[in-house]
C-alpha cells in the first residue's frame, strides 16, 4: 500500500475553511502520491476508501461541472459505473441514496454509452443534452445535494481517517 501523508497543519486549515477543503486535502495527497490521476499500476497501491474517494472526486467535478452527460462523454463511465464504486458508497460510507441513484445512472449509461462516448465537435457535445434529458433529474438532484453529500464523505473520512492517510 502507498504511505500518503497529510500535514497536521494543512488538516487544521482546511477543516477551518469547510468541508470541500477538508476533503481536497485528501483528494490532493493521494493524487499526489501516486502522481496524478490514477492508471491502473497505482490504483493498485491504495486502499479500497482511497480508490472510493478518487472516484467520489470525479463524480464531484464532473457531475458539477456538466452533468452525467460529461462525465460519460469524458470516458469516465467505466471508472464510475464498472467499479464497486457505488456498492462501497451503499456498504461503507452510508451513502444510500447516492448509491441507489448511480445504478440507475448505471442502466441509462449502458443504453446509451456508444452515443455518448463517440468523439464529436462541441456543438454535437452540447446536442447530446438535448438528445439526453433522462440525465437531468439526475444531474439536478446532484447539484441540490452537493452540500449534504460533501458533508457526508467529510464525515466518513474524519470517522476513519487511518484508512484514508497517516497525520503528520
Known amino acids: 500500500m502507498k504511505q500518503i501523508i497529510v500535514k497536521d497543519q494543512d488538516l487544521s486549515l482546511a477543516a477551518m475553511e469547510g468541508m470541500d477543503a477538508f476533503v481536497e486535502v485528501f483528494v490532493n495527497a493521494i493524487r ?10 497505482t490504483i493498485q497501491e491504495l486502499n479500497a476508501d482511497q480508490m472510493t474517494l478518487l472516484a467520489w472526486d470525479t463524480l464531484h467535478q464532473e457531475v458539477m461541472d456538466g452533468g452525467f ?12 459505473f464498472k467499479n464497486p464504486f457505488a456498492k ?34 462541441d456543438d454535437e457535445f452540447m446536442a447530446l443534452f438535448e438528445r439526453h434529458p433522462e440525465f437531468d ?16 464523505v467529510a464525515r466518513y473520512i474524519d470517522n476513519h481517517l487511518e484508512k484514508f492517510a497517516t497525520i503528520a
Not at 32 to 41: H, R, V
Not at 69 to 80: A, E, F, K, R, S
Not at 89 to 110: D, F
Open 32 to 41: 499526489e502520491a501516486i502522481g496524478g490521476e490514477p492508471t491502473d499500476e
Open 69 to 80: 452527460v460529461q462525465l460519460i462523454h469524458n470516458g469516465y463511465g467505466p471508472y464510475i
Open 88 to 121: 462501497a458508497l451503499n456498504k461503507l460510507w452510508g451513502m444510500r441514496e447516492l448509491s441507489k441513484r448511480l445504478y440507475e445512472v448505471h442502466t441509462l449509461w449502458l443504453n446509451s454509452r456508444e452515443e455518448l462516448e463517440r468523439d464529436c465537435t
Open 137 to 152: 433529474d439526475y444531474d439536478d438532484w446532484f447539484v441540490e445535494h452537493e452540500e449534504e453529500l460533501t458533508e457526508q
